[in-house]
Structures are given as C-alpha cells and as structure tokens.
C-alpha cells in the first residue's frame, strides 16, 4: 500500500492513511534535523569508545596479542581499587561541599534585585570563562605555603606555622568547588526562579516557619535543579584532570591521573584502556545511581 | 450540603473585627499606600476594588504580613498584629494562582497548616475530612493539584486557609483566572461558606461585578487612597468622586452649567442643548459641572422638548435582554444609552435625549474632572 493510493482515494477504507503517512514523513524530518549532530556523535564519541573497549582485549602493549590479561591485571591489583575508590570518593566530596555553599547561595539569589542577580550571575559564571590552567594556578597562589589563606591565617595568629593545603586532598576538594561551582548553581538557580513565589508567602501565612518552608516546600520543588547540579559537577570533578593533578600533585591518584600515566608515560594502552573503561562505568553507575533517586523524588512534577 | 449544617457550629470561630488605620506603606520612593483606614464588621466582606496599581494587593499583603508597612496599624479585635511576622498571624490567604504546593496532594495541601502548627495524627485527618466535604471534594483527596480543574483547585486553596480556623480570610484576585460560569458558582460558595463561618473576609478585585456580587462593602481605591467606602447599592446610586463614578458601571458624562438654585432645586443647562431640573446639594449657581447619568437613565425619544436635546444616533447593539445604543450629542459628546429590547416593527429615528422621569445623576465640580476620563 503506497501513500498515493491512499491519498487519490480517501473516502476508501484506508481513507485514515495519508494522515499516518503524513505523520510518519514529519517523523523523518524531524529525524533529518538531528542527523548531523548523530553523524558527528557515532565518528567521534561512539567510534572511539568502541575502539577503547576493542584495545582493552589485547595482552600486550605492542596491541598483537588479543586476551583478558590486562583487565585482569588491572583488577588484580588491590591498589587500583583504592584508586577508582578515591575517584568516587573525591566526586562525592566535591558534591557536598558545591551543595552546602551553593544551595544558600542559589537562595540569597532569589532574594536579590534583578540588577544584583546579574551581578552575582556574573561572578557565578566567571570560574567557566577563565581558561582550566589560570583557574587552577591561581589555586595554587592561593593555597600555597605562602599563599593567601596561609599567610592571613598566621597574621591573625590561628596558626603558628604554615597549613599543608596544595597536594592534599582538601585543597583540591576547595578548589574543585570553586570549579565546579557554575555546574551546580545554573541548573539550581533555572529551576528555582521557576518557583512560585507565592508558595512561600502561602506556606508563612499557614503558619510554617522559614525552615520548615525551606525543607518541605523549597527544597522539595527543586530537586531536579539539585539532582541535575549534583550529577554534573560529580562527572566533572571525577574527570578533572588539570586540577587533580596540578594541585593534588602525585601524591594524590586517581583514575584520570593513572591513565595518563599507563598511555602517554608507560605506553600501555591495553591497560590505560581498561582503566578508562573502568572509569566511564563506575562514575556512569553513580549518575545513573543519583538521578533514579531524583527521578523518584520529583516524580510529581513531571507526570 | 447537608453535610455542613452538624460540622459548622465546632467549625466556626467567631468574626474578628478588622481595623485599618492611617496605614502607608512606601516601595523606595513611591506611595503604594497611601493612608488607608478601614473599619470592617465582624463577619463582613469587603471588596477592595480599583484598578491595577492602586495599592489594593499592597495592602492586602501588608494584613497578612507580607509587607511591612511605612506608618499605620492593622488591628485584629482591637489588637495590633503589626508586630507579628506573617506564619503567627492567622491569617488564611487565597491567591489568585491558588499556590498550592504542587508536589503535595489534596490531603497534603490542607493538612499543611495543621502540621505546621504541630498537630498530628487523628484529629488532623479529621479535620482534613472535613474541609474537604465542606469544600465538596472528598473523592479527590489523593490527586495531585495539576490533576484538578481550576475550580477544585480553588476549592482545595479555600479548604487549606480555613483548615487552620483563620481570624481573617484575604482572599486576592481569586476568580480571576475561572471562566464565566464557574465565577459565578465559586462566587457563590465562598459567599456560602463565609456566611456558614461568619468569617471577616477581604476580597481584593479588579472586577467591579464581582465586588457587587460578593461584598457587603466596598472599597474602591484609586492611587494608593479609598475615594470611597460604602455599600454595593450607594456607590453605584451615589458615587462620591468622579473616580468612583467612572469605575463602577457605565456613566454618561455631560458638561453643563448650573443656571439658578433654588430650594434644593438646581437647573443646569447642558452644554448639549437642554436645560434640566435636579437636586442639589452644595453647588452654587453659575458653577461649571459634570453630570454623570447612567446609561438606562437616559430615553430616546422621536420629539423634542424643552429637556430633551438633539442627537446624532450611532449604532444599536443588542446585549443579553438589554439594547445598547450609541449616539453623540452636539459639541460631539459620546454618549450610551440603555433600554430593554422590545420589538420595534416600524423604527422611527428617534433623534432626542432625555433623562429618564426618576432619573438620579450625580453632579461634580468640573474642576475635578480628571484629564484621563
């Protein structure tokens, strides 16, 4: 049955017909618009991986003899389980620390004159248009031995001799939330400046304090702001090569460090394969992890 | 219905006295308020009422404590509440979008209050069960509010801010945004309801047919003062400004002269062409005036006589049971004149207008005629 059959005779059986073939021809323009973007995505994203996961099933780092050995060297090594375990870990530290400074921060925002949000959007913004390398050196100036917060802390006499803040795992959980701070207040402040602000004075009037305001109707109504917040900034401080490594030094490793140094130091890419793979999937097990549970907690808001 | 009449004696509180006084309320620079004092009966609604921007919503808000105020007292049975931050007020409050919390259900919404002021268990769920009978949905009480229509959303915003058994009911814009007909019916339930309650309400409206309808009294408000605070019935027969005249109904307005007073009689000549007859209160002959007719106090009529003067008719349009009909008189003056649709077979032009015999206009100085009207 073609479509011009059924469009010469409407009045016949299949007279519903041009209407679905109508439907499905606009489904394939549709389809068109996103075919470049699709192209782009299978030859530079899609292929690469599928040729990461085809390198991790060699045994050697000449890539000739095909094998599991270097998967099973990776996790036999109980010192790469710490690593993808601080990974994580790391992850979810940046996490809490960009939510306990940036949710009051998204709040203040809402309160502020329409001139004053620009503002505060603006050095909101800023760390993203500031090229990695300066943000991260600037860190380093800051937390030195020398740097800023030591000598201030020394000259207000709180500390006697200067604090090891570069190549620990504090510093680069402070500058990392810096960092990453514009990943967790854009799609908060986006989602809560789409609130009611009558909720609010409806929840006061009913005789519910500021917090209990905050807790059972703020919070609540802009999860999907804070889930989708939380899961970008865990995927990019997990990946943040730059800063993991600058300020964390050596001393420090985690995953994205470890596959450096397996490819473009040792040479073993079979091995920096697996590690990659190792971290896509346990970083896309966490995303996947966060956003079932903020699915479920903002269901009532999208059907 | 039935319902209601065992649950309204534990649930009604008695009515509050509500007293506005002198209060001004200033955002920078500018007067939104601008000494209002209100003095409203217990039990009773009042309607404010004016056009967008003139303080109504402000001083709403400042009641329910949303707003501070500049200088002023809001007093509750005698009792300054100014010092009360709004979630102590007791105050039950209705928005024009309702505000419900969207990610909370029916039961939900309408317990909030309660938990809010830590009750718990039983007699929440009771006292939950029992607004939303009053309110008519009890079969809902598990949906969400995008789940509702407009109306039962209205309904569950009603039956949360009288779950908490409020001392004043604020209720802002809160037909605005239902269709005709449902207007009309959620007009009339939250009449009910108030009635039922003896709840001193305030209602804040653009539409003067609803504070009509709704209000023993209104308030009508223009740039941040009450022109005038009085009945339904004495600010449509009696409006004591220009302002208020305009706003409330439709109004003619004719430009004329005061010729001669005398007794409480004055004769005005029309600057359209005829000289009328009127009572007078406190104008002096030869004093320029506006008098405001309402549109079913003016006949037309195919003859001329000694108070009746020359005009050009314009269109006809028929409205529900009433005719409409426009028409300029000289000096190019619109005017609207209303009359009861009848069958007229043989229309003659009727080419004279005259009041009507028990006509009453309203007369103002001329001086006060704002430019804008």
């Given amino acids: 049955m073609s479509i011009t059959t059924a469009a010469h005779d409407p009045s016949g059986p299949s007279g519903h017909l041009p209407s679905f073939a109508r439907e499905a021809r606009l489904r394939l323009a549709e389809w068109q618009l996103a075919l470049p973007l699709s192209l782009a995505f299978a030859a530079l994203f899609l292929a690469p991986l599928l040729l990461l996961v085809a390198t991790s099933f060699f045994n050697d780092d000449k890539i000739t003899q095909p094998g599991f050995a270097s998967w099973a060297k990776f996790f036999g090594d109980p010192f790469n389980y710490k690593v993808i375990f601080d990974t994580l870990l790391l992850g979810l530290k940046t996490v809490c620390a960009t939510v306990v400074v940036g949710y009051p921060l998204a709040l203040v925002y809402m309160d502020l004159s329409p001139r004053l949000q620009k503002v505060l959007l603006f050095i909101i913004v800023m760390p993203m248009l500031l090229s990695v390398v300066v943000r991260t050196f600037a860190w380093i100036v800051v937390l030195g031995r020398e740097g800023v917060v030591n000598q201030t802390l020394l000259w207000l006499g709180l500390i006697s001799e200067p604090l090891r803040l570069l190549q620990t795992e504090l510093g680069l959980v402070i500058s990392l939330t810096q960092i990453e701070m514009p990943l967790m207040l854009l799609p908060l402040i986006s989602v809560m400046s789409r609130l009611d602000p009558n909720l609010r004075d409806a929840s006061a009037a009913l005789g519910a304090s500021r917090w209990r305001t905050l807790f059972t109707v703020i919070v609540p109504l802009s999860m999907p702001g804070l889930v989708a917040g939380c899961l970008l900034v865990f995927a990019s401080s997990t990946t943040a090569f730059i800063s993991q490594t600058v300020i964390g030094g050596v001393r420090l490793i985690y995953l994205p460090l470890l596959i450096w140094q397996q490819s473009l130091v040792v040479y073993n890419w079979p091995l920096a394969a697996v590690a990659s793979l190792s971290l896509v999937v346990s970083v896309l097990t966490v995303i996947a992890a966060l956003s079932y549970l903020g699915r479920r907690s903002s269901r009532h808001l999208h059907g | 219905m039935q319902a209601l009449a065992p649950a309204s004696p534990q649930v009604a509180p008695a009515g509050r006295t509500l007293d506005v006084d002198n209060l001004t309320v200033r955002y920078g620079s500018a007067v939104a308020v601008d000494g209002v004092s209100l003095a409203i009966e217990p039990g009773e609604v ?318 103002f100085p001329r001086s006060t005629h704002p430019a804008t009207e």
Avoid at chain 2, 274 to 288: H, K
Avoid at chain 2, 334 to 342: C, F, N, S, W, Y
């Fill in chain 2, 46 to 363: 009042v309607a404010l009422l004016g056009p967008s921007g003139c303080g109504k919503t402000t001083l709403l808000r400042v009641i329910a404590g949303f707003v501070r105020q500049a200088g002023g007292r809001v007093l509750v049975d005698g009792t300054g509440i100014d010092h009360l931050p709004a979630n102590q007020r007791n105050v039950g409050i209705v928005f024009q979008n309702y505000a419900l919390f969207p990610h909370m259900t029916v039961t939900e919404n309408v317990a909030y209050g309660l938990r809010a002021r830590g009750q718990r268990g039983a007699a929440v769920d009771q006292r939950v069960e029992r607004m939303l009978d009053m309110v008519q949905l009890g079969a809902f009480r598990e949906r969400l509010p995008r789940q509702l229509s407009g109306g039962q959303q209205q309904r569950v915003a009603l039956a949360r801010a009288l779950a908490v058994e409020p001392s004043i009911l604020l209720l802002d814009e809160p037909f605005a945004a239902l269709d005709r007909n449902l207007r009309l019916d959620m007009q009339i339930e939250v009449k009910r309801l108030q009635r039922q309650l003896g709840l001193t309400t305030i209602l804040v409206t653009h539409d003067q047919d609803e504070a009509m309808s709704v209000a023993d009294r209104i308030a009508v408000m223009n740039k941040g003062t009450v022109e005038q605070f009085d009945t339904p019935v004495a600010i449509y027969d009696r409006p004591k400004t220009l302002f208020v005249n305009g706003f409330i109904g439709t109004t003619n307005l004719l430009p004329g002269k005061v010729m001669a007073v005398v007794g409480d009689t004055a004769t005005v000549a029309l600057d359209a062409g005829a000289t009328v007859r009127l009572p007078a209160q406190g104008i002096a002959a030869g004093s320029s005036v506006i008098l405001s007719v309402r549109p079913e106090q003016l006949v037309l009529s195919p003859v001329a006589t000694a108070d009746s003067w020359p005009i050009e008719p314009g269109l006809s349009l028929p409205l529900g049971s009433q005719l409409v009909h426009e028409a300029r008189a000289a000096g190019g003056t619109a005017l609207k004149i209303v009359e009861p649709r009848r069958r007229s077979a043989s229309e003659t032009q009727r080419r004279f207008c005259a009041l009507t015999p028990d006509a009453r206009p309203s007369l």
